[in-house]
C-alpha cells in the first residue's frame, strides 16, 4: 500500500509561479512512473505531465515550456513547477504514481494523491 501526500497549491496571480510536491510512502518494491493530473469545474481528469522511472517526461501541449516535471528518487517525491501561470490552469492537481508490489514483482498498481487545488486570478 502507498500513501501519497500532496503540497504546495494555492491561489496565484496570472503569470505567477507555483511548485506541487508529492511524497510517496508506504509498502512497496519500486515506483516507477509518477504524474500529475488536473480536473477544472466540470471537466475530466486530463494528464498534465508524466515522468518516468528513467527520468524522461512528457506534457500536455497546453503547458509544455512553462511546466516541469521532476523526481527525487531517495525522497519519493514528484515535483510540478508551474511558472507563466494563467487562469486555465485552475483546477485541483492529483499526484499519480505506479509502484511496484513488494510482495509480488509482477504486479503493479496505481495510486493517487487527495488532490491540491491550484487557483490563477487577479
Known amino acids: 500500500q502507498v500513501q501519497l501526500v500532496e503540497s504546495g497549491g494555492g491561489l496565484v496571480q496570472p503569470g505567477g509561479s507555483l511548485r506541487l510536491s508529492c511524497a510517496a510512502s508506504?509498502?512497496?518494491?519500486?515506483?516507477?512512473?509518477m504524474g500529475w493530473y488536473r480536473q477544472a469545474p466540470g471537466k475530466q481528469r486530463d494528464l498534465v505531465a508524466r515522468?518516468?522511472?528513467?527520468?524522461?517526461?512528457g506534457y500536455v501541449d497546453a503547458v509544455k515550456g512553462r511546466f516541469t516535471i521532476s523526481r527525487d528518487n531517495a525522497k519519493n517525491t514528484v515535483y510540478l513547477q508551474m511558472d507563466s501561470l494563467k487562469p486555465e490552469d485552475t483546477a485541483v492537481y492529483y499526484c499519480?504514481?505506479?509502484?511496484?508490489?513488494?510482495?509480488?514483482?509482477?504486479?503493479?498498481?496505481?495510486?493517487w494523491g487527495q488532490g491540491t487545488q491550484v487557483t490563477v486570478s487577479s
Open positions: 515522468i518516468t522511472s528513467g527520468s524522461s517526461t
Open positions: 499519480y504514481v505506479q509502484a511496484t508490489d513488494a510482495v509480488d514483482s509482477r504486479r503493479k498498481y496505481d495510486y
Open positions: 508506504g509498502s512497496f518494491f519500486s515506483i516507477n512512473a
